[in-house]
Structures are given as structure tokens and as C-alpha cells.
């Protein structure tokens, strides 16, 4: 069973950045796509922010196209979300996983603290 392990949040001013790394137990060469999702506050559902394909495709949410960019090393079973230009807005637990999910997939989330 694939175990996700993400790192990497932290607390930053507005307009700063963060780079989000997420590595897996087992091999994710196997998961055509991998995504990154958020989830602002525990009530609210996850939402899928960014994914990419074994072939390097990614797509983005509107909110965060231009700033945030996802990348992926399946020989490391890692992949990672380069945030730009954070606002207050994305304060949230992050988490990746396949797309669709792989319920039994989640791991703990990194927290993700953007201040005004």
C-alpha cells in the first residue's frame, strides 16, 4: 500500500512562495495522474488545485494558474507544487493523492499559512 507523505508548508507573508514536496512509501509510477488538493478549513471539502500526467501534462484551478506549478519525479516517486505570489486565500492543508483519489492514499496534509 502507497504511503504519501507531504512537506514543505509553512508560514509566509502575502506575495511570497513555498515549494511542496510530496513522496510516496511505494511507487506512484503506476497513478497516471497525481493532483494536489487543499482543504481551507476542516468543514470544507478538498478541492483539487493542481495535476499532472506520468507524461508531464499538468492542468490548474483558475485561482492559482500562473502561480503555482506542479512537477513530478516518478524515479523518485515524489511530486512537488511550487507556489508564487501566495495570498491569504490559499491558507489551507494541503495534500496530494491519485486522480481520482485513492481513499485509503491520504496522508497527514502540510499546513499552508499565508499572512496579509
Known amino acids: 500500500q502507497v504511503q504519501l507523505v507531504e512537506s514543505g508548508g509553512g508560514l509566509v507573508q502575502a506575495g511570497g512562495s513555498l515549494r511542496l514536496s510530496c513522496t510516496a512509501s511505494?511507487?506512484?509510477?503506476?497513478?497516471?495522474?497525481m493532483g494536489w488538493y487543499r482543504q481551507a478549513a476542516p468543514e470544507n471539502e478538498r478541492e483539487l488545485v493542481a495535476?499532472?500526467?506520468?507524461?508531464?501534462?499538468?492542468d490548474y484551478e483558475d485561482s492559482v494558474k500562473g502561480r503555482f506549478t506542479v512537477s513530478r519525479d516518478n524515479a523518485k516517486n515524489t511530486i512537488y507544487l511550487q507556489m508564487n505570489s501566495l495570498q491569504p486565500e490559499d491558507t489551507a492543508v494541503y495534500y496530494c493523492?491519485?486522480?481520482?483519489?485513492?481513499?485509503?492514499?491520504w496522508g497527514q496534509g502540510t499546513q499552508v499559512t499565508v499572512s496579509s
Open positions: 493523492n491519485g486522480v481520482p483519489v485513492r481513499m485509503n492514499y
Open positions: 511505494g511507487s506512484i509510477s503506476a497513478i497516471n495522474v
Open positions: 495535476r499532472i500526467d506520468k507524461g508531464g501534462d499538468a
